[in-house]
Every structure is written in C-alpha cells, then in structure tokens.
C-alpha cells in the first residue's frame, strides 16, 4: 500500500531547500558542459590550417616532442579531431 505525503507534511518542507539546490547544481553542471564542450570544440578547430592561421599549427606541431613517433603534424591533426568529437 502507498502512503501519500501532503504538502502540509513537515518532511516536504524541510526536502524544498535541497530539491531547489540540487536543482541549481544540474543547471550549473550542464552550462559547463556546454561552455567546456564549446571551448574543445574552438580548440580542435585551430588544428587544422585550413581554419586557422599557419602559424598557429606551426606553433602546435613545435611543441610535439621529438621522441612521440611519426609525424608531427600527424599528432597536431589526429588531436584536433579528437577534440572536436570530445567537444561536441
């Protein structure tokens, strides 16, 4: 058998502040989420030279270390489009 709680019980009124702060904490959760996931996404698209300047994926396939094997700008590109699908 249910019980059915009415508002007027004590235990709803003492629940409100934490269901409104719960509340407010899932909101904040998926704002960032959506403004990290938005910044992976600016960050993957600088990658690739076509969207960005030259210099900008010189700069990103100086910093490769020299001992990662195959190409650097293999490494700059594959981690562009790992961080557009992350991102997105």
Same mark, same amino acid.
């Given at each position: 058998?249910?019980? /059915?709680?009415?508002s007027? &019980?004590? !235990? %709803?009124?003492?629940?409100r502040? +934490?269901?409104?702060?719960?509340?407010v904490?899932?909101? /904040?959760?998926?704002?960032? &989420?959506? !403004? %990290?996931?938005?910044?992976?996404? +600016?960050?993957?698209?600088?990658?690739?030279?076509?969207?960005?300047?030259?210099?900008?994926?010189?700069?990103?396939c100086r910093i490769?270390?020299?001992?990662?094997?195959?190409s650097?700008?293999?490494?700059?590109?594959?981690?562009?489009?790992?961080?557009?699908?992350?991102?997105?």
């Open positions: 058998c249910v019980k /059915v709680i009415h007027s &019980c004590p !235990l %709803l009124h003492h629940l502040p +934490l269901r409104r702060c719960l509340l904490m899932s909101l /904040v959760r998926t704002g960032t &989420c959506f !403004l %990290l996931g938005g910044f992976y996404c +600016l960050a993957g698209t600088a990658h690739f030279p076509q969207t960005s300047s030259a210099a900008t994926f010189e700069n990103y490769v270390p020299p001992y990662i094997p195959g650097p700008a293999f490494h700059v590109l594959w981690t562009g489009v790992a961080e557009l699908v992350l991102g997105g």
